[in-house]
């Protein structure tokens, strides 16, 4: 766990000092550590760091985690301003689910792969729902940095 905070607080700093918001880098060291990179540069050394008990944990910590952030989102949330906002809000929200999903419907090969993609909802929410919070603090650092007050 020690290692995972230090690659995205170092990556982080990182994407801070180059002018990006945190939350960029933050996201880069989670691909760079991940079995994406590390895991096929060196599978050995990544299953050692990430044996395959650690990931119940791992995954049972960033739920508490995400359900916190959500929490802290919800208090935050300004409801006139997203009343203003309504039908960017819609439209992003929307694109954000669909344009994806027909993508995915799209490009499947067979209909092997159609099914294996319409039956498997609880992925797509499972990969939705770790982006919110990617996007949320991405778009907050935008906001903080360049907001006039």
Same mark, same amino acid.
């Given at each position: 766990?020690?290692?995972?905070? =230090?690659?995205?607080? @170092?990556?982080?700093? *990182?994407?801070?000092? =180059?002018?990006? *918001? ?8 989670g691909i ?5 990179? #590390? ?10 760091? #990430? ?14 985690? =995400? ?12 409801l006139?301003h ?9 439209? @992003?929200?929307? *694109?954000? +689910? ?6 995915? +419907? @799209?490009?499947?090969?067979? *209909?092997? @792969? ?28 935008? +906001? ?6």
């Amino acid at each position: 766990m020690s290692v995972v905070l =230090l690659v995205s607080m @170092a990556c982080g700093r *990182a994407a801070h000092m =180059l002018g990006q *918001a945190r939350v960029i880098g933050e996201i880069f060291g989670g691909i760079l550590i991940g079995p994406s990179v #590390f895991g096929r540069i060196a599978p050995h050394f990544f299953s050692g760091l #990430f044996p395959q008990t650690s990931f119940g944990a791992l995954e049972s910590l960033s739920t508490v985690g =995400l359900i916190l952030f959500l929490f802290v989102v919800g208090t935050e949330l300004d409801l006139e301003h997203l009343r203003r906002q309504r039908t960017t809000a819609l439209f @992003a929200s929307l *694109a954000s +689910i669909l344009l994806p999903f027909s993508l995915a +419907i @799209a490009s499947a090969p067979n *209909a092997d @792969a159609l099914t294996d993609v319409v039956s498997s909802p609880s992925e797509g929410n499972r990969q939705l729902s770790t982006l919110f919070p990617d996007c949320n603090t991405y778009f907050t650092d935008h +906001i903080i940095r360049y907001s006039r007050t």
